[in-house]
T-cell receptor, first 111, second 116 residues
Framework: GEDVEQSLFLSVREGDSSVINCTYT??????LYWYKQEPGAGLQLLTY?????DMKQDQRLTVLLNKKDKHLSLRIADTQTGDSAIYFC???????????FGTGTQLKVEL | GAVVSQHPSRVICKSGTSVKIECRSL??????MFWYRQFPKQSLMLMAT?????????EQGVEKDKFLINHASLTLSTLTVTSAHPEDSSFYIC????????????FGQGTRLTVV
């Protein structure tokens, strides 16, 4: 089955850019997502990218997809304290409905 | 975006009792809903996929007699934790996909279950 990995922790200073990385194993993955989870809350969809795209930009968020290396990244420009949260990448494979989630990256933004 | 509402957000129950968690799609019809469990500082583990009008499909290792799922309408799915034990304490999150089967899944705010 699909295996999705993320680094567990990232610390950045306010105003810097954050880059959160994700790797996956199934090359037939179709949609790849980034979700944000604040403490005690559900998941908020931030953005997603279809597998035939290399990049997607949405305001402060930039998603890069390297299909050859099965590597996905989320860049947050001008990171703010309100961006502190856990970020999950998730992968949808083939024609199925299931999402496989990564382990989550705890982003800490310091003043 | 579409809104998914979970209720209750927090529940404390005694061992041996049953607890029902509701997941509602408020402004769209959800033919498919998903139930996840999240342990502290861990990722989401899919428990089951619920399709309206049919039996849920459970992931390997999930006891279907313990975690009863009902998806009786296009806007409501329920998860009942039967004969709850302290090890069932967890954060349960549902998500829903629209009838168009589009790219996005919308998540509820989660339910914190504590079994004492």
């Amino acid at each position: 089955g699909e295996d999705v990995e993320q680094s567990l922790f990232l610390s950045v200073r306010e105003g810097d850019s954050s880059v959160i990385n994700c790797t996956y194993t199934d090359s037939s993955s179709t949609y790849l997502y980034w979700y944000k989870q604040e403490p005690g809350a559900g998941l908020q969809l931030l953005t997603y990218i279809f597998s035939n795209m290399d990049m997607k930009q949405d305001q402060r968020l930039t998603v890069l997809l390297n299909k050859k290396d099965k590597h996905l990244s989320l860049r947050i420009a001008d990171t703010q304290t309100g961006d502190s949260a856990i970020y999950f990448c998730a992968v949808r494979t083939g024609g199925g409905n299931k999402l496989t989630f990564g382990t989550g990256t705890q982003l800490k933004v310091e003043l | 975006g579409a809104v998914v509402s979970q209720h209750p957000s927090r529940v404390i129950c005694k061992s041996g009792t049953s607890v029902k968690i509701e997941c509602r799609s408020l402004d769209f019809q959800a033919t498919t809903m998903f139930w996840y469990r999240q342990f502290p500082k861990q990722s989401l583990m899919l428990m089951a996929t619920s399709n309206e009008g049919s039996k849920a499909t459970y992931e390997q290792g999930v006891e279907k007699d313990k975690f009863l799922i009902n998806h009786a309408s296009l806007t409501l799915s329920t998860l009942t934790v039967t004969s709850a034990h302290p090890e069932d304490s967890s954060f349960y999150i549902c998500s829903a996909r629209t009838a168009h089967g589009d790219t996005e899944a919308f998540f509820g705010q989660g339910t914190r279950l504590t079994v004492v």
